[in-house]
């Protein structure tokens, strides 16, 4: 039999234990926003989204200044030009030349136009990089506007309605269930008849029939929240009901209200550039990206470029928002997280 191994008293040391050191702590205390916020850092997905959503702002309300035309002017000699970038059309690309006949010809020599137009023209020869970044800004008037009329009507409906329940939860849920009824387009279509077709239409049928789903998240959200224990020692304590809707259940229902409305707001985008598309949103010469889509919709095949630009900054928009709606749902969602 082997003999068992000795081990020598000198590879035993006694450990040095500090008492002090027991209730140190390692790491810096965070609340809730600011871990949220180093969850959303982490998420590659949303950090980008956020930093485009950022780089597509400035240039929608710098962009209509980066260039010398302004995006409602006309100059038929310009008409139609493709895209011409300089540097980039000693590359072969953006550099001015479309197909005619089966040839590839320089429309600017062809034209005797010694301007650059990034974006190119439209068929009345306006400056489609103005216009694509004005377009922009009705985009995100009605991403914001949506976002406001969703935290603003939407969670003062719904929080009402839980809070108070009761009659006047059931009187409150009848008249959300005839909105909800109301197809937006039948609202717009409406609004028309009395109004003229334009943004001020889309915003009214917006904040008509909007801020439904909202409403109906934050009432579910707050029957939930106003059960809790803490919300009945605030009652037993005699706090009255403003200060446990502001102290208790408006912080703890913004996780909820911040993910739904920005889910709302590609929604909104869309909607706009639908109705816009279809003729019931902005008119000529106003400038959206619905609009210019179906200016560019009718010469895809020939123009290829009036619809491209526009078609690519509401993708990028409406990418970006869902993007970073996920990372904010991931980082804010207790559920969500690791």
């Not at 993708?315 to 970006?320: D, V």
Request: contains cysteine.
């Amino acid at each position: 039999m082997n003999q068992p191994e000795k081990i020598s008293k000198e590879l035993f040391q006694p450990a040095n234990i500090d008492t002090t050191s027991g209730e140190r702590i390692a790491k810096p205390s965070l609340n809730y926003w600011q871990d949220a916020w180093l969850r959303v850092k982490k998420n590659k997905g949303a950090l980008f989204a956020l930093i485009l959503l950022i780089i597509l702002t400035f240039l929608a309300f710098a962009g209509p200044h980066m260039t010398k035309y302004n995006y409602k002017e006309q100059n038929l000699a310009y008409a139609n030009l493709p895209p011409k970038v300089p540097g980039l059309e000693k590359l072969g690309i953006f550099d001015g030349k479309m197909q005619l006949g089966g040839q590839e010809v320089d429309m600017y020599e062809r034209k005797h136009v010694d301007e650059y137009f990034w974006f190119g023209t439209d068929g009345l020869g306006r400056d489609l990089f103005a216009r694509t970044w004005k377009g922009t800004q009705i985009s995100l008037y009605i991403a914001i506007l949506a976002a406001f009329i969703d935290m603003v009507i939407g969670v003062a409906y719904g929080g009402i309605s839980a809070f108070y329940g009761g009659r006047t939860d059931n009187i409150m849920q009848r008249i959300l269930e005839v909105l909800v009824g109301i197809p937006n387009i039948v609202v717009v279509i409406l609004m028309i008849l009395v109004l003229e077709p334009g943004i001020l239409s889309i915003t009214i049928a917006i904040t008509i029939t909007g801020w439904v789903g909202m409403a109906r998240v934050v009432r579910g959200q707050t029957l939930k929240l106003k059960s809790q224990e803490y919300v009945l020692a605030s009652r037993t304590l005699g706090e009255s009901n403003g200060k446990i809707i502001f102290k208790h259940l408006i912080p703890n229902l913004a996780s909820v209200i911040i993910i739904n409305t920005m889910f709302t707001i590609p929604s909104a985008i869309f909607f706009e550039a639908f109705l816009s598309f279809i003729g019931l949103g902005l008119q000529a010469p106003a400038a959206s990206l619905g609009t210019l889509i179906e200016d560019g919709y009718r010469t895809m095949q020939i123009l290829p470029h009036i619809m491209l630009f526009p078609a690519i900054v509401i993708c990028l928009l409406m990418i970006a928002f869902n993007l970073l709606a996920d990372g904010l749902r991931d980082a804010l969602d207790p559920k969500m997280r690791d």
